[in-house]
């Protein structure tokens, strides 16, 4: 049987991993002061606990989220099958001198060693601090449409076959 959508043991699933280890930028769903909801693309670092991005100290999210630190995520493929990887959590920050360790991290992930080392000697004079954010997953869904579809198409293939 699957582990259920919801469980944090989904973190464990290859795919989970695949995707919170691939260069594909997450997209992270939070609620602004005004009550509207917002989506940004966003690279990030899985430490195998938080999601960790980091963000400049002035950023308008920050706000957002000191207010509401509630968000959702996702980690999605774009070829088919598609894998879809959901997390909702909390997240917490803190100000840290520099470019914090996971955002380099990542910046190599997906800019390859040469793009990462142009990328940060820019950013090192633009960001002397860096707030970094740490989501705590509370809820994870998995879809692969091999194994693991959307509960829609599910309870319809129960229903067409009699299950």
């Given at each position: 049987m ?5 469980s ?5 699933h ?7 280890q691939?260069p ?5 769903a939070y609620?602004w002061p005004?009550g ?15 999601i960790?991005?980091g ?5 308008p ?7 509401n ?5 996702t980690?999605?493929s774009?070829?088919m099958?598609y894998h879809?990887l959901?997390?909702r959590g ?11 360790p996971?955002?380099?991290?990542y910046s ?6 040469e793009?990462?080392d142009?990328?940060l ?6 960001a002397p601090?860096?707030?970094?954010i ?6 994870v869904?998995?879809?692969?449409f091999?194994?693991?579809l959307p ?6 293939i129960?229903r067409v076959?009699?299950g």
């Amino acid at each position: 049987m699957p582990t259920e959508q919801g469980s944090l043991e989904l973190l464990n699933h290859p795919v989970a991993q695949e995707l919170l280890q691939s260069p594909i930028p997450m997209r992270l769903a939070y609620v602004w002061p005004d009550g509207s909801p917002r989506v940004v693309p966003i690279g990030f670092h899985w430490d195998g606990t938080d999601i960790v991005i980091g963000s400049p100290v002035d950023a308008p999210k920050l706000k957002a989220l000191e207010k509401n630190p509630k968000v959702a995520l996702t980690v999605d493929s774009n070829a088919m099958p598609y894998h879809v990887l959901m997390i909702r959590g909390t997240a917490s920050m803190t100000m840290h001198e520099g470019i914090i360790p996971e955002y380099k991290a990542y910046s190599y992930r997906y800019m390859g060693q040469e793009g990462g080392d142009a990328w940060l000697t820019q950013l090192a004079p633009l960001a002397p601090q860096m707030v970094r954010i740490a989501i705590r997953p509370e809820w994870v869904g998995l879809i692969d449409f091999e194994g693991r579809l959307p509960s829609a198409i599910e309870k319809a293939i129960a229903r067409v076959s009699g299950g």
